[in-house]
C-alpha cells in the first residue's frame, strides 16, 4: 500500500543502514505480514457450519486486525522517514506486505460473498501488475507514488473496512460501502492506467539520454 506521506523528501540514506533489516519499521512490516493468516482465520471463522453468517466477535476481530495492520503501515513509514531508517528491505517487503494483506481481504470477503469477484479480480491484476511494473523499471529510475494512488490506497482502505465492519446484512450500510468500493475500483483502474503510461515515458526518456542504457545498447 503507498503511505500518505510516500511524496515527502527523504534525507539521505546511510549505506549502512540501508541493508540493515532489524529496526523497528521493518519489524513492523514484518508484524504485518504475520498478522495475514490471523485475520484470513478470524474472517473464515464467522460463518455458521450452514455457511450463514453469523457476525459473531470473529468478524470484530478481523476488523480489529485489518486496522491495527493499516496503521503499522502508515507508522512504519513515518517512523523510517524521521529517524532516517529507510532499508532496501523495507521497499521491498513494504509493499509485499500490504499487497498480502489487502489481497487476502479482498479474496475472502468474495469467497463469503460479501464483496464480488470481478472487483476483486481487477483490482489485484492492477495492484500486483503495477507492483512488478515498478520493481522492473526501477533501474532507469524511481517512480513516486501519485496523489492519485494515495487516494486509491484510502478509498480501498475504507471500502474493504466498511465490508470487514459486521454491518453488511444491513442493506443501506452495504450499499454505502459499495459505492466506497466502486469508487475505490474506478480510481484503482485510473491510476494503473497512469503508472503505465509515466513507466513508458521514464524508460523511453532514460534511453534517449545521453550515456543512457537504450544508447548502451544501440
Known sequence: MTNPTADTPRPAQDPARSSQVWNLP??????RIV?????????LADRGADGAPEYAAARWVAFGLFAAAMYTDMLDGQIARKRNLITDFGKIADPIADKALTGAAMIVLSVLGDL?????????VREWGI?????GVVRYG???ASKGGKLK???QT??????????TANPVWHLVAMIVVAAALIVTVVTGVDYVIKAARLVAASRRAPGGRGASRA
Open 26 to 31: 521493518n519489524v513492523l512490516t514484518m508484524l
Open 35 to 43: 498478522m495475514v493468516p490471523f485475520f484470513v482465520w478470524a474472517l
Open 116 to 124: 464480488p469477484w470481478w472487483i476483486t479480480i481487477v483490482i489485484l
Open 131 to 135: 507492483t512488478f511494473m515498478r520493481l
Open 142 to 144: 524511481v517512480m513516486a
Open 153 to 155: 490506497t484510502v478509498l
Open 158 to 167: 475504507l471500502g474493504l473496512g466498511m465490508l470487514l465492519i459486521p454491518f
